[in-house]
Nanobody, 123 residues
C-alpha cells in the first residue's frame, strides 16, 4: 500500500515562500514520477509540476515556472515543492501524487494521491 503524506502548507503573505514536502511509504520511491497538483477555490485541479521517475528530470507548469521548484530526495522517499514569490492566486489545496509512468501532467495517470495541504496567500 503506497501512502503519500504532504506537509508544509500554511498562511503566507504575497511575495513570501513556503516549502511543501511529500513523504512516500510503501513503494520503491525512485521508480515513481512524483507530481504536484493544486485546486484553488471554485477551480478545477491543475497540474503544477513533476519530478520524473529514474532521472529526476522536472517539468513545471507555465503559471509557476521560475517561481516554484520541484526536487526529490530518493534516500528520504520525499519530494519537495519550493514555492517562492507567492501570489494570492496560488492559494489552493496542494496535492502530491505518484505514478509509475514517466513524466506526465495528466492527473488521470497518477495512481496514488496524498490528502492535500492548504496554502493560503494573503495580499
Amino acid at each position: 500500500q503506497v501512502q503519500l503524506v504532504e506537509s508544509g502548507g500554511g498562511l503566507v503573505q504575497a511575495g513570501g515562500s513556503l516549502r511543501l514536502s511529500c513523504a512516500v511509504s510503501g513503494g520503491t520511491f525512485s521508480r515513481y514520477t512524483m507530481g504536484w497538483f493544486r485546486q484553488g477555490p471554485g477551480k478545477e485541479r491543475e497540474f503544477v509540476g513533476y519530478s520524473a521517475r529514474d532521472s529526476g528530470v522536472t517539468w513545471d507548469a507555465d503559471s509557476v515556472r521560475g517561481r516554484f521548484t520541484i526536487s526529490r530526495d530518493n534516500a528520504k522517499n520525499t519530494v519537495y515543492l519550493q514555492m517562492n514569490s507567492l501570489k494570492p492566486e496560488d492559494t489552493a489545496v496542494y496535492y502530491c501524487a505518484a505514478t509509475t509512468n514517466y513524466g506526465t501532467d495528466n492527473e488521470n495517470w497518477y495512481e496514488f494521491w496524498g490528502q492535500g495541504t492548504q496554502v493560503t496567500v494573503s495580499s
